[in-house]
Nanobody, 128 residues
């Protein structure tokens, strides 16, 4: 049974930082690209950041470049998202997701509909 469990969300003031984690189980983690997505109330889900199977390639939405850093530890089956300089516009439910290696490409890796497995999400709230 595939499971992706996010943690690390919370409430923070603008300018603060949070680190999200996502622990994967039930599938071969090291054969999947991984991504973070978010969805704010009334808005569509958007890709935030993604990483290749080995973690050597990373991809970011323009809105978070320079502020967020995605990383993965394949020995621990864990994905991370370090979020710095948080803004109220970053308020959303954050989800981690897994993308089969055969579908990993720079053009597909931030498309939510390409992903195979999803976690339940962790809430991030940034106040001004």
């Amino acid at each position: 049974q595939v499971q992706l469990v996010e943690s690390g969300g919370g409430s923070v003031q603008a300018g603060g930082s949070l680190r999200l984690s996502c622990v994967a189980s039930g599938y071969i983690y090291s054969r999947y690209c991984m991504g973070w997505f978010r969805q704010a109330p009334g808005k569509e889900r958007e890709g935030v950041a993604a990483t290749s199977i080995g973690g050597g390639s990373t991809y970011y939405a323009d809105s978070v470049k320079g502020r967020f850093t995605i990383s993965r530890d394949n020995a621990k089956n864990t994905l991370y998202l370090q979020m710095n300089s948080l803004e109220p516009e970053d308020t959303a439910m954050y989800y981690c997701a897994a993308l089969s290696g055969r579908k990993c490409s720079s053009t597909r890796i931030l498309r939510d509909y390409e992903y195979d497995y999803w976690g339940q999400g962790t809430q991030v709230t940034v106040s001004s």
